[in-house]
């Protein structure tokens, strides 16, 4: 099993950054993908970003693109969400993913690990 722990989130006005963080912990030795999604009030958990272990390919919603970075640093088991230019529409719970089944990283239910997610809130 692995553990994920989501840190970072808070209130900011429009326009402002976040950097979210996501510490994975656990008694494997596996090497996972990781990815970004994340859940407003009445709406279904949105894919948001991806990487692979290596940090060689990453994937990104259109909302986000050019705005959000998705990295890693693998000797810290970290992984970071960089949101630049926040709107409004950006406010949700962002809930870190790790180990996908299959190629297509979008669909929630592919991911194996989930963090409890943390509370992201952009007032204009």
């Known amino acids: 099993q692995v553990q994920l722990v989501e840190s970072g989130g808070g209130l900011v006005q429009a326009g402002d950054s976040l950097r979210l963080s996501c510490a994975a912990s656990?008694?494997?030795?596996?090497?996972?993908?990781m990815a970004w999604f994340r859940q407003a009030p009445g709406k279904e958990r949105e894919f948001v970003a991806a990487?692979?272990?290596?940090?060689?390919?990453?994937y990104y919603a259109d909302s986000v693109k050019g705005r959000f970075t998705i990295s890693r640093d693998n000797a810290k088991n970290t992984v970071y969400l960089q949101m630049n230019s926040l709107k409004p529409e950006d406010t949700a719970v962002y809930y870190c993913a790790a180990d996908v089944r299959g190629p297509i990283m979008a669909l929630a239910g592919r991911w194996n690990y989930w963090g409890q997610g943390t509370q992201v809130t952009v007032s204009s």
């Open positions: 656990g008694r494997t030795f596996s090497n996972y993908a």
């Open positions: 990487i692979t272990w290596s940090g060689g390919r990453t």
